[in-house]
Each structure stands twice: as C-alpha cells, then as structure tokens.
C-alpha cells in the first residue's frame, strides 16, 4: 500500500501528514542507528527517492541522523541552499517552508507528527523510549511555538503496544517512576511499557490536540518491528510538509487506513 495513512493537505487546511507502510518503507536506519555500517543516509534537499513518495508533490525532502535524544532541527531556507558537512543529528525535524517534507523513521519507536495548519508550521518527530524520557515532543513543541505555532495537533502513529514492549523488571520500575503514564504489563504477564499512552500524555500536557492512529508494529506484518525482525527490519516513515497552497498536493480522505481500528482522540489545551 505504501501509505498506512495519509491526511491531506486539502483537508487540514494546508498540512500534509504520510504514515509509510513497510511496503513504502526505508531498506535501513540511519548511520548512527541500528544498521550504521550500511545506514539510510537522511538527504538534506534532495528530491523524493522511495517509489509513490513523489506523489505527495513535494519539492524537496529533510532527513536527520536519530539518535535518540532530544534534539531538534529547524529546517530554512539557509540550511538548504548551505547545506553541513554532515547530517545534522536530532530526533525531530520542525519547519515553515512549504513544499518540504520533513522525514523521521521507525521500527519500533513512534512516529509523530505536529502541525499547526494555520500557523504554517509543521513537525515530525522519532519518539522512543530514551528520545520520551528526555523530552524530545516537549522540545519539539516548544520549537514550533517560537516559529509561532500557537495550536498544536499531533498525530502519533504506529509503534510497538503495551502489551509487548517488555522491559526488565528494574528498567519498568525506573522508569516509570518518572513517567507514571508508562506502566503496563505485557499480554503474558511481564513487566513493560506504554509508550504510546506517555506519548499522548505529554503532548497533551503541552497543550496539543492528540490523535492516536492504531496499530502494534510487533504484532502487524505489514509493519517493520525491530523486536520482532532484528536487524534485519527496515524502517517506516513519517513525512510531514507544509502544501504550496492548502489545496494542493495529494488527494485523500481525512483519514486513509489500510488497516483496521479507530482513530482515538485525546484532547489537550488550545497551546
């Protein structure tokens, strides 16, 4: 299918949100992630690679190297025409360039996105469990407000569920001492965590919309699971852009799923 879910730009008011299925997927990580000696290098500028990406009428697509923190790169038009000698290493990539598509990838962690349509400024964002424990969808908020977001929606999509990410026992109890959201239990009775349900807590503690798209990329084969496949997963995408003109670009329903469940809504202030 390539496209898990995709909100359109005319539907939003501008804003263009594409969850990758493993079909649409990146072969690999990026350098400093798990495959690092044959990493995805994140291009800075370059034209739509994977095959129907080319389809979301963007001019230019943004990667950065993930690493698990809480960094976040403001992409302008500086950093294209100049782009470093390196690629920027960061965990969430925010922007209010139109026609640029800002791209994170997953096999486990979750991928976000965040936008305030009319605003014009537009985010996506590798939250894992270490990337979550030091704040990276707070960091990735508060980027977008100094770029003059004043109403945040976001959008997390699929990673591994509660009931099967399983940690040890001392890991679980540490962590969510500071993050109490994240208890759970896996479906055969271990200790674990819900990294979705912290997620969706933090984001609407900073005062953002929240909708939760379903899915369990360990327990869903159309999806690349790094507990489940090791290193051999690939990676699924997010893109997240700002449309030339809120009309333009893909043309889809609100809510495109290929797969089945409800879209949930967890409601925060008006940020």
């Given at each position: 299918?390539?496209?898990?879910?995709?909100?359109?730009?005319?539907?939003?008011?501008?804003?263009?949100?594409a969850?990758?299925?493993?079909?649409?997927?990146?072969?690999?990580?990026?350098?400093?992630?798990?495959?690092?000696?044959?990493g995805?290098?994140?291009?800075l500028?370059?034209?739509?690679?994977?095959?129907?990406?080319?389809?979301?009428?963007?001019?230019?697509?943004?990667?950065?190297?993930?690493?698990?923190?809480?960094?976040v790169?403001?992409?302008?038009?500086?950093?294209?025409?100049?782009?470093?000698?390196?690629?920027?290493?960061?965990?969430?990539?925010?922007?209010?360039?139109?026609?640029?598509?800002?791209?994170?990838?997953?096999?486990?962690c979750?991928?976000?996105?965040?936008?305030?349509?009319g605003?014009?400024?537009?985010?996506?964002?590798?939250?894992?469990?270490?990337?979550?424990?030091?704040?990276?969808?707070?960091?990735?908020?508060?980027?977008?407000?100094?770029?003059?977001?004043?109403?945040?929606?976001?959008?997390?999509g699929?990673?591994?569920?509660?009931?099967?990410?399983?940690?040890?026992?001392?890991?679980?109890?540490?962590?969510?001492?500071?993050?109490?959201?994240?208890?759970?239990?896996?479906?055969?009775?271990t200790?674990?965590?819900?990294?979705?349900?912290?997620?969706?807590?933090?984001?609407?503690?900073?005062?953002?919309?929240?909708?939760?798209?379903?899915?369990?990329?360990?327990?869903?084969?159309?999806?690349?699971?790094?507990?489940?496949?090791?290193?051999?997963a690939?990676?699924?995408?997010?893109?997240?852009?700002?449309?030339?003109?809120p009309?333009?670009?893909?043309?889809a329903?609100?809510?495109?799923?290929?797969?089945?469940?409800?879209?949930?809504?967890v409601?925060?202030?008006?940020?």
């Amino acid at each position: 299918m390539t496209f898990r879910t995709l909100i359109a730009p005319g539907v939003t008011g501008g804003v263009g949100i594409a969850f990758t299925d493993r079909e649409g997927a990146l072969p690999t990580a990026s350098p400093h992630d798990l495959a690092r000696e044959s990493g995805w290098v994140p291009p800075l500028g370059a034209a739509p690679g994977p095959p129907r990406w080319g389809e979301l009428g963007l001019r230019e697509i943004v990667g950065v190297d993930q690493v698990h923190g809480d960094g976040v790169l403001v992409v302008d038009r500086g950093l294209l025409e100049r782009p470093p000698a390196e690629v920027p290493r960061a965990d969430a990539v925010v922007t209010t360039l139109r026609g640029v598509g800002l791209v994170v990838r997953t096999a486990d962690c979750l991928p976000v996105a965040l936008a305030d349509p009319g605003a014009g400024v537009v985010a996506v964002a590798h939250a894992g469990r270490r990337g979550l424990d030091v704040g990276v969808l707070t960091r990735t908020v508060e980027a977008m407000r100094t770029l003059g977001a004043t109403r945040v929606s976001a959008w997390i999509g699929p990673g591994i569920c509660g009931r099967c990410y399983e940690v040890d026992a001392t890991l679980a109890a540490d962590f969510t001492a500071r993050h109490p959201h994240a208890a759970s239990t896996t479906s055969w009775g271990t200790p674990a965590l819900d990294l979705t349900r912290l997620a969706a807590e933090e984001l609407a503690a900073c005062g953002a919309r929240v909708e939760v798209l379903p899915g369990c990329t360990r327990e869903d084969d159309d999806l690349y699971s790094y507990r489940r496949d090791g290193a051999a997963a690939g990676r699924q995408a997010v893109i997240g852009w700002l449309a030339e003109a809120p009309e333009s670009g893909v043309e889809a329903p609100s809510v495109q799923r290929v797969s089945g469940g409800d879209v949930t809504g967890v409601q925060g202030g008006s940020g």
